[in-house]
């Protein structure tokens, strides 16, 4: 079983920055890729930010040049900084997690979802 621990959100002025941190533990063959979703209310949970175990990174065009993801291998955990936060920005946010775990004697692709953190913009 697989852990996802997430830290970092909070309120913030616009114009501010939060860094989100999302460490992974538990049964973990490999890691495939980290990111971040979030979702607003009454919204449907988009894709933010991932990288991948080579670190080709992919963000959503509404957060390109604003934020940055990041990962250190070697602790299984992935940085989300986040600059020049807007109030279009509050949501939840949550860690996603690609990996392969043994399932019985089968090694399968799996998913993991953090808890979420709640990150909230002021105007």
């Known amino acids: 079983q697989v852990q996802l621990v997430e830290s970092g959100g909070g309120l913030v002025q616009a114009g501010g920055s939060l860094r989100l941190s999302c460490a992974a533990s538990?049964?973990?063959?490999?890691?495939?890729?980290m990111g971040w979703y979030r979702q607003a209310p009454g919204k449907e949970r988009d894709l933010v930010a991932a990288?991948?175990?080579?670190?080709?990174?992919n963000y959503a065009d509404s957060v390109k040049g604003r934020f940055t993801i990041t990962r250190d291998n070697a602790k299984n955990t992935v940085y989300l900084q986040m600059n020049s936060l807007k109030p279009e920005d509050t949501a939840v946010y949550y860690c996603n997690l690609d990996y392969s775990d043994y399932i019985g004697t089968i090694i399968a692709d799996l998913e993991s979802w953090g808890q979420g953190t709640q990150v909230t913009v002021s105007s």
């Open positions: 990288i991948t175990n080579s670190g080709s990174t």
């Open positions: 538990g049964s973990i063959i490999s890691i495939h890729a």
